[in-house]
């Protein structure tokens, strides 16, 4: 139990030292790098919550897909992030007391937050057991099952917004050079190389 | 959980649509832009075979029978039937309808027929939905691929700021749209309609929450149907999109989303009509008024149609507004009449051709009576229709939907609606004018294509004769309203 809990506040205490890192750093490399180690933190949170599946899913679509476009993104973008960045301090307490009134919304909503008669009644749950089968299972007993029909809709939407974006974005330009191999194959040596006569001090 | 293949079959004609849309898409890909043509015909085709596969599929007989599939997200009855059939028919004309102008405007690109063929299916899925969550995946299936083809004409501006014109409000009104499902959800525990309907049943009070939900649900379905106040994108972009584009815009998608507005208010929400009634009266008047009126000072023909489809959409909602069998039933004739009309309609445009290019302009219109006196006649009938003059098709359309707004005591709503008619007709008149009275200008081009003649033929016989024989039509709408509301 006791392992349990430290490894609980170690993974939260990481979360949350490199969530403030990813703002505060001044080269932006280093915050996505600190980013990744958020999400890996974070992943590891969800497999003391026994969800391992989300942990997995983290680790593989936010640190290995998400977290890497954001590396190449900001490597090839040159934008200068000090230029951004002016001013914080300036903007820092109204920031606080924005966040403050929000918190003291948050908590009284809870306070007073109250289920209906009728939710309980109607709320049904369409979970399987979670005694009987693992989290892992679970999910895809729901997607693939009982939600079959809404999980291929959603795909076939992935599929016209992939379409759209070839449609729209993918054109013959005027003006393009494009490698052809068998002309650069059939070049010979008299196209490409021409003599000159130079004259000493003429130049060509 | 075993899933059967018999628990598929009742989502046959979209299966078909979801596979030929992607074995289209791979034969467009390997047989490039040259194929376009092709690809169409063969997307009329599936369209047609999802058609008789819909028509064969067992059916649940009569009044109020229903099949529901994939665990209570999806369902099948005779008003989803008879929708689906004005659907696919909507579909299918505007892609015929489209080959001649993707030739002449050198558009010709095998992604049109296939994203036309996806944006049917999404309309299907809405068709369809029993499920907050299949409803807004229908919506957004339809909706992506109706942005696409509106910017399709990538190198004109106006194609393009209607795309993203479209895009960006529609995107504002899924939120909408989403934010009251949410809403809803939270307050009733449950997406599903037939849990809806059963909590809503007989209960004591309903909570503010879940009228707001309700609310914002319906306003996320008004922009998706044009209704005012949710209207101000339809005209520029009916404008702005390539006209066969905007013939597809102004039929099919208006028919899905009225059906399934139609089966939200009257399925899940059938007991609140005290709570949607006003609401539904209030964009009805709105937009006939709207249509009526803005339409006068448009002097470009795609404009023109845009305001008298909000104008018409104004009209079929008298018809929900009444949330009678009745008034169902009136909405499901207005719809096809509406349908036949407008396809007749943008047929004519489709024909306005001078010179090799393509005219919008009300002007151009002028001494097409002495030009072409046959063309003229047809846009006559269409125009007389759309106005609800009788003895043509749309008066009746009309008579209907007012018929059961009196007999549910909506008496304002009629007389507002009348008023509107008769402004409205102004301007559909004035086209007749300009048609047969105005100086001659350029002569449109002769040789009409073949299926445009033909799509002009037939919806001007259905349009001028439909007094004639109106019972077949009358019986199918009055077994699908029965359907939906036994």
Known sequence: MIVHALAFYLFAAVVVASAVMVVMARNPVHSVLFLILAFFSAAGLFVLLGAEFLAMLLVVVYVGAVAVLFLFVVMMLDVNFAALREGVLDYLPYGLVVGLVMLVELGMLYGAWVTGPEVAMMATSPMPDIAQVSNTEALGQLLYTKYIYLFQAAGMILLVAMIGAIVLSNRQRDGVRRQVIANQVARTRKDAVEMKKVTPGGGI | ?486
């Open chain 2, 1 to 486: 959980m075993t899933m059967a293949f018999a628990q598929f079959t009742p989502a046959l004609p979209e299966i078909i649509l979801a596979v030929a849309a992607m074995v289209l898409l791979m034969f467009g890909v390997f047989r490039g832009d040259g194929s376009t043509r092709s690809v169409t015909w063969m997307a009329v085709l599936s369209l047609v075979i999802a058609w008789f596969a819909l028509m064969s599929g067992d059916m649940p007989d009569g009044s109020g029978g229903k099949i529901v599939a994939f665990n209570g997200l999806f369902v099948n009855d005779g008003f989803g039937l008879f929708m689906k059939t004005l659907v696919l028919l909507a579909s299918s004309l505007a892609l015929i309808m489209s080959l001649g102008y993707m030739r002449t405007e050198n558009m010709e690109r095998f992604e049109f027929p296939v994203l036309i063929v996806l944006a049917t299916l999404g309309m299907l899925v809405m068709i369809s939905a029993n499920d907050l969550m299949s409803l807004y995946l229908g919506i957004e299936l339809q909706s992506l691929s109706l942005y696409i083809v509106a910017a399709f004409k990538r190198d004109s501006e106006k194609a393009t700021e209607a795309g993203l014109k479209y895009f960006v409000l529609g995107a504002l009104s899924s939120g909408m749209l989403l934010y009251g499902a949410s809403m809803i959800y939270g307050y009733a525990g449950s997406t599903n309609f037939d849990d809806l309907a059963k909590s809503f049943h007989g209960a004591e009070h309903i909570s503010v929450g879940l009228i707001v939900g309700m609310v914002f649900l319906f306003a996320g379905l008004a922009f998706k149907i044009s209704a005012v106040p949710f209207h101000m994108w339809t005209p520029d972009v009916y404008e702005g999109a390539p006209t066969p584009v905007t013939a597809f815009f102004a039929v099919a998608p208006k028919v899905a989303a009225l059906a399934l507005l139609a089966r939200v208010i009257m399925s899940p929400f059938g007991e609140l009509i005290d709570q949607w009634q006003q609401i539904i009266v209030v964009l009805s008047m709105a937009s006939m008024v709207l249509g009526a009126v803005a339409a006068v000072g448009q002097r470009n023909i795609k404009r023109l149609m845009a305001y008298s489809s909000i104008g018409h959409v104004g009209f079929a909602l008298v018809g929900l507004a009444s949330g009678t069998n009745e008034g169902v039933r009136g909405v499901l004739i207005y719809l096809i009449i509406y349908l036949v009309m407008n396809v007749g309609t943008f047929a004519v445009i489709l024909s306005m051709r001078v010179k090799d290019t393509m005219v919008e302009s009300i002007d151009d219109l002028a001494g097409l009576g002495r030009n072409q006196p046959l063309l003229a006649m047809a846009m006559a009938i269409f125009m007389f229709s759309l106005a609800g003059i009788p003895p043509m098709a749309g008066f009746f359309g009309k008579f209907y939907v007012f018929m059961a707004a009196i007999n549910s005591g909506l008496y304002a709503l009629a007389i507002v609606g009348v008023v509107a008619s008769v402004v409205g007709a102004f301007y559909y008149l004035r086209i007749i004018k300009i048609m047969y009275f105005d100086e001659p200008v350029e002569a449109f081009e002769k040789p009409l294509r073949t299926e445009m003649g033909a799509i002009m033929t037939v919806a001007g016989l259905f349009t001028l004769f439909f007094f004639v024989l109106p019972a077949p039509f009358l019986a199918a709408a009055q077994s699908a309203a029965q359907a939906l509301l036994p």
